[in-house]
């Protein structure tokens, strides 16, 4: 017996509601293993990656142990800068980058989130806002460094954290590398979909921004393929219209994680800029 013409349709339409939600419900549970990609294996000692650097555990305040190296500041300088890593790998990635920046005297916190590193925990972005503050309450209360010293560098997802932490605790400058506008629109740069209303995590980088008046460093690269080069400019833009001092870096033909601006002078020697400006103490 043949199929009435509206039945054959009635079935399909009846069925999209449920695959919209099916796929709603999958965005909404998977969410977290698409923003972060944690290196859970724990680090190798902190003596045979970075000599000179301690082994150190930060404490959040809802009960976590994190581990975190701390490399001091050298000569006659005092500053110290708390780096808030991106959503990739741990901190021994970025021993290159504490190196390079020890050179010129400034102390270096390298953490991990929660979930990182072999630490405890799952990250979520109201999680990496108490580890960074746990990271932050190390310097001031156990390390000796003082506010007006402090230097926050956030890479990539870390420009999220540190940048709300800003808003809070003012440091004397701000580093933000390949920094976003917010986490929605770089989802929807990146899938061509509008996925904000379906984020339970924003990282509103640019609103961040727009808050605060601190010298401010921004570096990014114009072939970002990740962050687009035009978010980072926004950002910029939006700090100087906050009343920012800002020094902008722009590495032409630079990717997301190319070496020039994770860990090369262009990089390096912004946050040297921007520190000086922000009136930290004898670093060069």
């Not at 003596?47 to 930060?58: K, N, W, Y």
């Amino acid at each position: 017996m043949a199929t009435p013409s509206g039945a054959r349709w009635k079935a399909p339409l009846l069925a999209l509601p449920v695959v919209v939600l099916m796929l709603v419900g999958a965005v909404w549970v998977g969410q977290q293993s698409l923003v972060y990609h944690p290196d859970r294996t724990p680090v190798p000692p902190v003596a045979d990656r970075l000599p000179g650097a301690h082994e150190v555990t930060l404490r959040t305040t809802d009960g976590l142990e994190l581990g975190a190296w701390w490399l001091p500041p050298t000569g006659t300088c005092r500053a110290a800068v708390l780096l808030a890593h991106g959503n990739g790998g741990n901190r021994a990635g970025r021993v290159r980058l504490a190196q390079a920046l020890n050179e010129h005297g400034l102390g270096v916190l390298m953490f991990d989130y929660r979930g990182y590193g072999g630490n405890p925990g799952r990250p979520t972005e109201a999680g990496l806002a108490l580890d960074v503050r746990a990271a932050r309450s190390y310097l001031l209360d156990e390390a000796g460094v003082e506010e007006q010293d402090l230097v926050y560098l956030g890479e990539s997802l870390g420009t999220g954290v540190v940048s709300e932490l800003a808003v809070e605790h003012p440091p004397a400058a701000l580093v933000l590398r390949s920094p976003l506008t917010s986490l929605d629109e770089v989802g929807h740069s990146l899938y061509r979909v509008p996925v904000g209303w379906l984020l339970r995590d924003r990282y509103l980088v640019r609103e961040n921004v727009g808050r605060l008046g601190v010298p401010t460093a921004v570096v990014y690269g114009t072939d970002d393929a990740i962050v687009p080069a035009a978010q980072s400019r926004d950002v910029a833009r939006t700090a100087r219209e906050a009343g920012a001092e800002v020094v902008e870096v722009e590495g032409p033909g630079a990717g997301h994680n190319d070496d020039v601006l994770v860990e090369g002078a262009a990089l390096v020697e912004a946050v040297v800029a921007v520190a000086v400006r922000g009136g930290v103490r004898g670093c060069r």
